[in-house]
């Protein structure tokens, strides 16, 4: 059983703050993948939701999305990754799914490079 442990997240609000400086964007309909290198030789995983939304549909996305991470981080590169949800996305349940369809697709194609 792959685990999501504290050393796969990225926790400080410093770290976050790299991403916005250095970090490459890459854009999709409900949410923005940010990507940049680390020298850990693993992959950690951030996650900011900035959809105004209840804190139950909030807490919901982010699980969903840590759980997508899990589930691959086997097999993605080395980087860290800031998962942004922005303000004006709507949350509802099937923005789950298309979140999850997205960094489906953005991991399988990144394994290409």
Same mark, same amino acid.
Not at 23 to 41: I, K, M, P
Not at 49 to 75: G, H, P, Y
């Given at each position: ?9 990225? *926790?400080?609000?410093? =770290?976050?703050? @790299?991403?916005? #400086?250095?970090?490459? +964007? ?6 923005? %993948? ?28 982010? *699980?969903?999305?840590? =759980?997508?991470? @899990?589930?691959? #981080?086997?097999?993605? +590169? ?6 942004? %949800? ?28």
């Amino acid at each position: 059983m792959k685990l999501y442990h504290k050393e796969d997240r990225i *926790r400080r609000r410093g =770290e976050f703050l @790299r991403f916005f #400086k250095n970090g490459t +964007a890459h854009r999709f309909g409900v949410c923005t %993948v940010f990507r940049l290198s680390n020298t850990l030789g693993r992959p950690r995983l951030g996650v900011t939701v900035k959809a105004k939304v209840n804190s139950v549909q909030r807490n919901r996305l982010k *699980r969903v999305i840590r =759980e997508v991470f @899990r589930l691959r #981080k086997d097999r993605i +590169a080395a980087f860290d990754y800031n998962v942004v %949800v922005p303000g004006q996305v709507r949350v509802d349940h099937s923005t789950a799914g298309k979140v999850v369809m997205a960094l489906e697709r953005f991991w399988s194609n990144e394994n290409l490079h």
